[in-house]
């Protein structure tokens, strides 16, 4: 049983829209969470986290959201590039320190010219 | 070059063949994981490794053992391969000395086709 799904493989966006990617989770034992972008050929490289302390955590244009009640987190783009165009990861870690990350199926994020 | 470096990049291999990958690191970083990525399924953990004294199941080892040879290396081993084990692997690394263990660094993948 996946404790950290994606449920929406695909998105497509028009290039200085607003892209938002989704994970629920749950596992109420994750405390920290994590997303990765992946490009073809590369592996994953970090983008954003956010502790579960906090709601929402900004960086340029990406900005996480938590809703620890929900056990949902979304990743908010502003606005989408094209060359934001890759597989978004969710990930999660409980108790940090002695536990490996669980990571979402992906969402393959498309954003048009 | 790479700071964490899988080889091979590519490797075709028939059932029942032993295969070793392998990676290596210059971040000094402490912790090592092995995850593979299946369509539809996302990167999954097969062995991570705290130290070089301490290593750790996934949640998807059967099949697979591991080496940590040294704090820089730590090897994936299939000891008898099957075409489900066909998928791409990543080894990555983090850092507990920053407070960031969470923090991964990926390698560029092994693509395994096992026929």
């Known amino acids: 049983d996946q404790q950290v799904k994606q449920n929406s493989p695909s998105l497509s966006v028009q290039e200085g829209r607003i892209s938002i990617l989704n994970c629920d989770y749950t596992?109420?034992?994750?405390?920290?969470f994590l997303w990765y972008k992946k490009y073809p050929a590369e592996g994953p490289t970090f983008l954003i986290s956010?502790?579960?302390?906090?709601d929402k955590n900004e960086d340029g244009r990406f900005t996480v959201f938590l809703n620890k009640s929900a056990k949902h987190l979304s990743l908010h783009i502003v606005p989408s590039q094209p060359g934001d165009s890759a597989v978004y990861f969710c990930a999660a870690s409980a108790n940090p320190g002695r536990r490996a990350l669980t990571f979402g199926s992906g969402t393959r994020l498309q954003v048009q010219p | 070059d790479a700071d964490v470096t899988q080889t091979p990049r590519n490797r075709i291999t028939k059932t029942g063949k032993r295969i070793m990958l392998e990676c290596s690191q210059t971040k000094g970083h402490d912790r090592m994981y092995w995850y593979r990525q299946d369509p539809g399924l996302g990167l999954r953990l097969i062995y991570y490794?705290?130290?070089?004294?301490?290593?750790n199941k996934g949640e998807i080892s059967d099949g697979y053992s591991v080496s940590r040879q040294a704090q820089a290396k730590f090897s994936l081993s299939l000891e008898s391969a099957i075409p489900n084990q066909t998928a791409l692997y990543f080894c990555?690394?983090?850092?507990?000395?920053?407070?960031?263990?969470?923090?991964?660094?990926f390698g560029s993948g092994t693509q395994l086709s096992v026929l």
């Open positions: 956010i502790s579960s302390i906090k």
């Open positions: 490794s705290f130290d070089v004294k301490d290593i």
């Open positions: 990555a690394t983090s850092d507990t000395t920053t407070g960031q263990n969470e923090k991964l660094f």
């Open positions: 596992n109420s034992m994750f405390d920290y």
